[in-house]
């Protein structure tokens, strides 16, 4: 075990390889070494145009131009998640950034909206809630004001090969090392089985202390290197392939992404400014592949610019996320589908607690426990978080719907449903990327309904009640006003 990590070694050039290379460098102190190996006949998963709102964070502490990195990226402004056809065919509802409403007291917003709602109001959760209004409205602007009425969180959607190649420059230009070459083979240290170098088809070889990998779905270090062990979670979410197809972009981009379910599986639209990302997410299972890309082409709102390319995978992740001197992040760690848009989010998470942890005077093991436990608990927060689009639903146009309904679920996600049912409760874990308002409007679009309020909503009276709740609304509609079409602004803001 090296006493200090003077030498850190990326394995892989794909979107987890750059972001990792560029924060390391930006956090670490220059006297540590990072070099970066990719192989371009090889290539990146090239998928992944969707994120969440901390992405901002991230690129703000690298010290990233926002307008540069639109500009660079084709990137547009993400406000939500339209979910089509999720409950039963022809419903739909939306999962935004945003939170309904405002802070009112002990409980949460949508306490007060159910009672509100059973005193007679006619409007959604949703109606009081910004993200929502502006999508369906299709604008956006930047609203520079601490009222938190008017806060408006956002992400965006990108085409994640360039983000790679945006962060590369920034890496490189930090000093990153980047080599070229294949790794064909990682040489262990006998006695520790940590790994010490990687072999390129070149004969080269690249030394280091620490070694993270991001070899994408191969898992080249962590699983292939190390054999550590890859938890299979497909019997709950069973979807083990994606086809994805460009096509030409739409003459008005939307500032969210919409998710449309299928008989089986689901599709993404996600608008660029240069073209939109399409593609199907579907359980071999239940739907062949010349199905799928056949569903797919035939829901495409513009031209198809390429024919469809599959991807497989298996929906769980690796025991441990770090194990000895290997580090995973991205798609080696683990493969949740695309539903929320978390992946990237997952890179991130995954390179900000390697960089609390990082290893000082040689690797801990208790601290590599803390890591891989963190960790866990991320990726089953997620795992149960979409598990729920699926289970609970109201369709009954096929097996695949029927057996998702039907299935068996994960304690903790049979606990949340059921207390969110009889008592509106959102029990919300730290490790939770998804604040309260994301699981309630999950909750509810898919169709449940809570038998109760929390009896702090109570201390109003219904009248005091719906006076609030329409000076709530009034205020919400204000912001309205100052925004721009989205294009407009996309156009305005990256001149
Ligand atoms: C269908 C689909 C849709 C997705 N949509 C989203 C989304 O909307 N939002 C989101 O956040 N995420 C999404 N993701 C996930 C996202 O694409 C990935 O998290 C992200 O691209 C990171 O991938 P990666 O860098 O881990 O792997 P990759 O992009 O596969 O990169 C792997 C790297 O390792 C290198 N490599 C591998 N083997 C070797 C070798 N032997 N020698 C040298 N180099 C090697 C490759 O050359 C490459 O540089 C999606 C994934 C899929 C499959």
């Given at each position: 075990?090296?006493?200090?990590?003077?030498?850190?070694?990326?394995?892989?050039?794909?979107?987890?390889?750059?972001?990792t290379a560029?924060?390391?460098r930006?956090?670490?102190?220059?006297?540590?070494?990072?070099?970066?190996?990719?192989?371009?006949?090889?290539?990146?998963?090239?998928?992944?145009?969707?994120?969440?709102?901390?992405?901002?964070?991230?690129?703000?502490?690298?010290?990233?131009?926002?307008?540069?990195?639109?500009?660079?990226?084709?990137?547009?402004?993400?406000?939500?998640?339209?979910?089509?056809?999720?409950?039963?065919q022809?419903?739909?509802?939306?999962?935004?950034f945003g939170?309904?409403?405002?802070?009112?007291?002990?409980?949460?917003?949508?306490?007060?909206?159910?009672?509100?709602?059973?005193?007679?109001?006619?409007?959604?959760?949703?109606?009081?809630?910004l993200?929502?209004?502006?999508?369906?409205?299709?604008?956006?602007?930047?609203?520079?004001?601490?009222?938190?009425?008017?806060?408006?969180?956002?992400?965006?959607?990108?085409d994640?090969?360039?983000?790679?190649?945006?962060?590369?420059?920034t890496a490189?230009?930090?000093?990153v090392?980047?080599?070229?070459?294949?790794?064909?083979?990682?040489?262990?240290?006998?006695?520790?089985?940590?790994?010490?170098?990687?072999?390129?088809?070149?004969?080269?070889?690249?030394?280091?202390?620490?070694?993270?990998?991001?070899?994408?779905?191969?898992?080249?270090?962590?699983?292939?290197?190390?054999?550590?062990s890859?938890e299979?979670?497909?019997?709950?979410?069973?979807?083990?392939s994606?086809?994805?197809?460009?096509?030409?972009?739409?003459?008005?981009?939307?500032?969210?992404?919409?998710?449309?379910?299928?008989r089986?599986g689901?599709?993404?639209?996600?608008p660029?400014t240069?073209?939109n990302?399409?593609?199907?997410?579907?359980?071999?299972?239940?739907?062949?592949?010349?199905?799928?890309?056949?569903?797919?082409l035939?829901?495409?709102?513009?031209?198809?610019?390429?024919?469809?390319?599959?991807?497989?995978?298996k929906?769980?992740?690796?025991?441990?996320?770090?194990?000895?001197?290997?580090?995973?992040?991205?798609?080696?760690?683990?493969?949740l589908?695309?539903?929320?848009?978390?992946?990237?989010?997952l890179?991130?998470s995954g390179?900000?607690?390697?960089?609390?942890?990082?290893?000082?005077?040689g690797?801990?093991?208790?601290?590599?426990?803390?890591?891989?436990?963190?960790?866990?608990d991320?990726?089953?927060?997620?795992r149960?978080?979409?598990?729920?689009?699926?289970?609970?639903?109201?369709?009954?146009?096929?097996?695949?719907?029927?057996?998702m309904r039907?299935?068996?679920?994960?304690?903790?996600?049979?606990?949340?449903?059921?207390a969110?049912?009889?008592?509106?409760?959102?029990?919300?874990?730290?490790?939770?990327?998804?604040?309260d308002?994301?699981?309630?409007?999950?909750?509810?679009?898919?169709?449940?309904?809570?038998?109760?309020?929390?009896?702090a909503?109570?201390?109003?009276?219904?009248?005091?009640?719906?006076?609030?709740?329409?000076?709530?609304?009034?205020?919400?509609?204000?912001?309205?006003?100052?925004l721009?079409?989205?294009?407009?602004?996309?156009?305005?803001?990256?001149?």
């Amino acid at each position: 075990m090296p006493q200090t990590i003077q030498n850190v070694v990326i394995a892989g050039g794909g979107t987890a390889g750059w972001m990792t290379a560029a924060l390391l460098r930006r956090v670490l102190s220059p006297t540590i070494r990072i070099e970066l190996v990719e192989s371009e006949q090889i290539g990146i998963v090239g998928v992944g145009e969707a994120t969440i709102p901390p992405i901002q964070t991230f690129n703000q502490f690298l010290g990233i131009d926002e307008k540069a990195f639109l500009r660079e990226t084709h990137a547009t402004i993400k406000l939500a998640i339209k979910f089509e056809n999720w409950k039963t065919q022809g419903d739909s509802y939306y999962h935004t950034f945003g939170a309904p409403g405002t802070t009112m007291g002990f409980c949460s917003f949508h306490h007060y909206w159910l009672k509100a709602k059973q005193a007679g109001l006619a409007q959604s959760l949703w109606d009081f809630d910004l993200n929502y209004l502006s999508c369906q409205q299709g604008k956006f602007n930047k609203i520079n004001t601490p009222n938190p009425l008017y806060e408006m969180q956002y992400a965006y959607h990108f085409d994640s090969a360039l983000y790679g190649q945006f962060l590369r420059k920034t890496a490189e230009q930090a000093g990153v090392v980047r080599t070229e070459g294949i790794i064909e083979h990682v040489q262990q240290d006998p006695d520790s089985g940590f790994i010490t170098a990687l072999q390129l088809t070149n004969g080269q070889q690249i030394q280091g202390d620490l070694f993270i990998d991001c070899t994408g779905l191969r898992g080249l270090l962590i699983q292939q290197a190390l054999g550590v062990s890859y938890e299979d979670w497909s019997h709950w979410l069973p979807a083990d392939s994606a086809q994805a197809v460009p096509s030409e972009r739409f003459d008005k981009t939307l500032p969210y992404t919409r998710s449309i379910a299928h008989r089986v599986g689901w599709q993404w639209r996600i608008p660029l400014t240069h073209r939109n990302g399409n593609g199907i997410v579907y359980s071999s299972q239940y739907l062949s592949d010349d199905e799928a890309g056949q569903t797919l082409l035939n829901n495409l709102d513009t031209k198809a610019l390429d024919t469809p390319r599959t991807i497989r995978f298996k929906t769980g992740r690796t025991d441990q996320q770090w194990c000895k001197n290997v580090v995973a992040i991205g798609l080696s760690s683990g493969f949740l589908e695309p539903l929320e848009s978390t992946s990237i989010h997952l890179i991130q998470s995954g390179i900000v607690r390697l960089m609390k942890m990082f290893p000082n005077q040689g690797i801990s093991q208790a601290m590599v426990d803390l890591c891989n436990a963190e960790s866990k608990d991320e990726f089953e927060t997620i795992r149960d978080f979409i598990i729920l689009h699926y289970h609970v639903n109201q369709r009954d146009d096929s097996d695949f719907w029927r057996d998702m309904r039907n299935m068996a679920i994960p304690d903790r996600l049979a606990q949340k449903i059921a207390a969110f049912e009889d008592t509106a409760a959102i029990f919300n874990e730290q490790s939770d990327i998804f604040r309260d308002a994301s699981w309630v409007q999950v909750m509810m679009g898919q169709g449940l309904d809570p038998k109760d309020y929390h009896p702090a909503a109570d201390a109003m009276d219904n009248a005091q009640l719906m006076d609030a709740m329409q000076q709530i609304y009034k205020a919400k509609q204000q912001p309205l006003d100052k925004l721009m079409n989205h294009d407009e602004f996309i156009k305005r803001y990256t001149a």
